[in-house]
C-alpha cells in the first residue's frame, strides 16, 4: 500500500513538473519572439546609423558649400557685368555707325571724281591747281561763253601752236578779231564743241607727275552726247587741257565743211 502510494506521489509530481515546464515554455515563446523583433530593429539600427555615418562622410563640408555658393555669386555678377558691357559696346557700335552714315550723307561726293555725276549748274570756276580743277573750269567756261578763262586753260605744243596759228590767218575777218592767240582760236571752236548738261568722269589715268588723262561723258538735255578723251599737263603750279596738231586738223576740217573723226583734243 505505501509502495503504490509513493508511485501515485512520484507520478503525480512528475505530472505537475511536466505541466510547469509546459506553462513555462508557452510563457516564454511570446518573449522570445519579441527578443527577435528587437533584434532585427537593432541590426536596422546599426544598418542606419552605418549609412548615416557614410553619408556625413560623403557631404561637402559647410565651409566648402559656402565657398562654392560665394562662387556662384561671382560667376553670377560678373555675367552680369559682361552683359552690360556687351549691350555697352553694341549701342556704341550702332551709335558710331550711325553717325558715319549721317556723316558720309553730309559730306558731298567729290567733284569730278569718277562717276560722279555734275549737272552744268554746278560747274564753277576752280582754277587749275588739279586735273580735275581744270576739268571743271574748262566746262565752266565753255558753258558761260567764258573765252578768255577757256583759252587761259589750254596748251598747244609747238605744232599744234603753229597748226593753230595757219588756221587763224585763214579764218574770216571777224573771226581774226574774236581770236587774236591760238589758244583763243581753240577755245572759241571747243566752246561749240562741248554739250552742256551733265559731265561724268568715265576714268581718271596719271601717266607721270606732270601728265594725267580722262575720259569724260558729256550730255545735253537734247540728247546730244560726246566722250572725249582729254590730256592734261602741268606747267608750273597749274594744270593745263593740252590741244593736239590732230584737234587742229579736226577743227580745220570742220570749217572747211569736211567730215571731221572724233579723236583727241
Do not use: H
Request: overall charge positive.
Amino acid at each position: 500500500m505505501k509502495a503504490k502510494s509513493w508511485w501515485f506521489v512520484l507520478g503525480t509530481v512528475a505530472v505537475a513538473i511536466a505541466l510547469g515546464l509546459a506553462w513555462q515554455r508557452l510563457q516564454t515563446r511570446p518573449l522570445l519572439a519579441e527578443l527577435e523583433v528587437l533584434r532585427d530593429q537593432q541590426r536596422d539600427r546599426a544598418r542606419l546609423q552605418a549609412q548615416r555615418e557614410r553619408l556625413l562622410a560623403a557631404q561637402v563640408p559647410e565651409a566648402e558649400v559656402q565657398r562654392l555658393r560665394d562662387d556662384r555669386a561671382a560667376i553670377d555678377r560678373m555675367r552680369r557685368e559682361v552683359d552690360g558691357l556687351r549691350a555697352k559696346v553694341e549701342e556704341r557700335e550702332r551709335a558710331e555707325t550711325k553717325a558715319a552714315v549721317a556723316k558720309a550723307a553730309a559730306v558731298p561726293a567729290k567733284r569730278f571724281a569718277r562717276g560722279v555725276d555734275m549737272p552744268s549748274a554746278q560747274w564753277r570756276n576752280t582754277g587749275a591747281a588739279t586735273p580735275a580743277a581744270t576739268l571743271e573750269t574748262v566746262l565752266w567756261a565753255a558753258a558761260g561763253g567764258d573765252l578768255e578763262a577757256l583759252a587761259a586753260r589750254i596748251r598747244l605744243d609747238a605744232a599744234a601752236r603753229t597748226a593753230a596759228w595757219d588756221l587763224l590767218q585763214g579764218l574770216p575777218g571777224d573771226l581774226r578779231a574774236k581770236c587774236s592767240t591760238p589758244e583763243q582760236l581753240m577755245a572759241f571752236l571747243s566752246i561749240k564743241d562741248i554739250p552742256i548738261g551733265t559731265a561724268t568722269v568715265a576714268t581718271w589715268s596719271q601717266q607721270s607727275d606732270s601728265l594725267q588723262s580722262a575720259v569724260v561723258d558729256l550730255r545735253a538735255a537734247d540728247g546730244n552726247s560726246r566722250r572725249p578723251f582729254l590730256v592734261f599737263v602741268r606747267e608750273g603750279e597749274e594744270w593745263k587741257l593740252r590741244a593736239t596738231e590732230a584737234a587742229v586738223a579736226r577743227y580745220a576740217a570742220a570749217l572747211r565743211g569736211q567730215p571731221v573723226a572724233s579723236g583727241k583734243k
